[in-house]
């Protein structure tokens, strides 16, 4: 009896983690937080395309985009992605984008983020 009482949150988390390529997309249009610098490198096409991308790249969703800290790298932006209600490393991660050619590529995937580092891919790095 105690087993079956924990079975709906596992089902729901499941259901969740496992959500379409185009809810996820949804989701990241929708939820995404952008730092100062992300908000003036974006357009609102540019964060579509950002948004599919990220979710036919990954399961996890983004969390927030930002910018990088080389002035050199000024069209590059980092997009911090994680699951819902994750909480190890596995379930958190860092995708480098840049726009080439006039279409945004991942150049660099990192997983495996700290849930203590995630709060960095909430700001800008300092000029």
Known sequence: MCILRG???VIAFALVA???EEERYQWNVT???LTPQ???RLSRSDLDEVARLIA???PKRIMAISGVPKEDH????SVTVGLPNGSSPSDFGTCIIDKQNGTW???KKYD????SLVGFGFSDPPR
């Open 7 to 9: 079975a709906p949150l």
């Open 18 to 20: 496992c959500a379409s």
């Open 31 to 33: 939820h995404v937080y």
């Open 38 to 40: 992300a908000r003036q």
């Open 56 to 58: 036919h790249e990954t």
């Open 74 to 77: 000024r069209g590059i932006l």
């Open 105 to 107: 590529r991942i150049t």
């Open 112 to 115: 495996g983020l700290s849930a």
